[in-house]
C-alpha cells in the first residue's frame, strides 16, 4: 500500500491533470467543473440534472467516483502507474469518459 504522502502527491497529480481535461471539454458538452484539490465535481444541467463527485479516500489510499447512481472506487496501479477501477481495468480517464458518456448520451472521451 502506498503511504500517505504518496498517495496524496499521486492523487493531487491525477485531480488536476482531470480538471484540466474536464474544464477543456466542459464548454463544448455543458456542464460545469467545480472544486479544487481534494474534490472535485462535475455538474450537469442537461440532459438531466446530475453531479458527479470526485474524491479521494486518504485512509484506504483510493479515488472514489459517485457517478449514476453509483461508486466507483479506484486503487493506485504500480504496474499502470495509474488509478485503475479493478473490476473493469479502466484507469480513472477510462471511467470518466464512460460515465460521462452515459449521461449525456454521447461518446466523449477524457
Do not use: C
Amino acid at each position: 500500500m502506498l503511504s500517505e504522502h504518496d498517495f496524496q502527491k499521486k492523487a493531487d497529480a491525477a485531480f488536476d491533470d482531470l480538471k484540466k481535461r474536464l474544464l477543456k471539454l466542459s464548454d463544448a458538452y455543458g456542464f460545469d467543473v467545480e472544486g479544487e484539490s481534494g474534490k472535485l465535481e462535475v455538474i450537469f444541467e442537461e440532459p438531466q440534472s446530475a453531479k458527479f463527485v470526485i474524491s479521494p479516500n486518504t485512509p484506504i489510499r483510493e479515488i472514489w467516483i459517485s457517478a449514476l447512481s453509483t461508486s466507483f472506487k479506484l486503487g493506485w496501479s504500480e504496474a499502470r502507474s495509474t488509478f485503475v477501477l479493478e473490476k473493469t481495468g479502466e484507469d480513472l480517464y477510462g471511467v470518466m469518459s464512460r460515465v460521462i458518456s452515459q449521461q449525456l448520451g454521447t461518446q466523449v472521451t477524457v
